[in-house]
């Protein structure tokens, strides 16, 4: 992979580009798993008259690095930027159905070549690697500011799209409401989750940044966009029995019973609040350790994980209190 990936970098380098090349922004929808939930992006180079055809991706990370989780679970994981023809990028969206959005960005001969330029050199070897933040630096992030580096900071978008709402309600839309992963979303998110977003903190999540450089312009009135073909994700909901709703009220009812058993027997089930001690202080341990050892920007503590304790109490008093 090292000799392929070297052999990659020379040769590109060595490329002429013709007046005809263009830069696009590549917008893919979402998957079934959770990392590909949020959709993704990155950015192609064509240059019809040469035949090269290259995307570049700032969505690349190696489950094989030492201590690859933990280090997942401190928020220290290092992605990497890579790079494919079209055809071997296209592969896996093909497999599974899901379109891929293209938007030529609107860019002169000069402010082409640098954008290019500055690509193969973030994927130089030192530098091709980067300290991932799923909102402040990631796929979405990294490919707007590169464009932002060429056409400067006066990119304007009337496209207000989220605006206002909060990073945890806009995060929660892609996961799926109601789905167990919104429920860990409402357990492990804190006060910081709770800002509500302006401008361009929105960039980070792909459909969002798609829409603002659709509409997006330079003080001159210039387009961003050039050509584009583009339409909003598809949210499939969750069915209400895959949702945390019905599973927590399943939960809840069966503590219900329990309770009631236990009242009319005249004896505690001991085991059941050992077991509930046992997964409540193991889910503190979790947040405590998000919060205070992590580089996760969102995680803290909140009032969700004090209800939980709230609600269980007020169950097990039919057992306790006769």
Not at 10 to 15: K, V
Not at 86 to 97: P, Q, S, V
Not at 168 to 191: C, H, K, N, P
Not at 284 to 309: E, W
């Amino acid at each position: 992979m090292i000799v392929i990936g070297l052999l990659f970098s020379l040769s590109i380098h060595a490329l002429e580009w013709s007046d005809a090349t263009q830069v696009s922004l590549l917008t893919c929808t979402p998957g079934e798993e959770l990392y590909a939930r949020y959709g993704h992006t990155a950015i192609r180079i064509y240059d019809p008259e040469n035949g090269t055809d290259w995307v570049f991706n700032y969505g690349i990370f190696d489950f094989n690095t030492d201590h690859f989780y933990w280090k997942f679970v401190r928020g220290e994981t290092w992605y990497m930027l890579g790079a494919a023809t079209l055809d071997n990028f296209l592969f896996e969206y093909r497999i599974e159905n899901r379109p891929v959005y293209e938007q030529v960005l609107n860019l002169t001969t000069a402010q082409r070549e640098q954008m290019i330029d500055a690509l193969l050199v973030n994927y130089l070897p030192e530098n091709r690697t980067y300290l991932y933040n799923f909102v402040f630096d990631n796929c979405a992030t990294r490919p707007y500011r590169l464009i932002q580096s060429v056409l400067g900071d006066s990119i304007r978008s009337t496209y207000q799209g989220s605006e206002g709402v909060s990073y945890r309600r806009f995060i929660q839309r892609y996961t799926g409401v109601g789905s167990w992963a919104d429920f860990g979303i409402e357990l492990l998110f804190g006060a910081r989750s709770q800002h509500k977003m302006q401008g361009e903190e929105r960039l980070f999540l792909p459909e969002e940044l798609m829409f603002y450089l659709s509409e997006a312009t330079l003080p001159d009135g210039t387009p961003v966009v050039r050509k584009e073909a583009i339409e909003h994700f598809v949210i499939r909901p969750i069915p209400w029995y895959k949702t945390w709703y019905f599973g927590i009220s399943l939960v809840v009812v069966a503590l219900i019973a329990i309770s009631i058993y236990d009242r009319r027997r005249g004896k505690v089930s001991r085991w059941l609040d050992i077991l509930f001690l046992v997964l409540y202080g193991l889910l503190l341990a979790l947040v405590c350790f998000l919060t205070f050892f992590s580089i996760h920007p969102l995680v803290g503590f909140g009032i969700r994980l004090f209800l939980i304790l709230l609600v269980y109490i007020c169950i097990r008093f039919i057992a306790y209190f006769r």
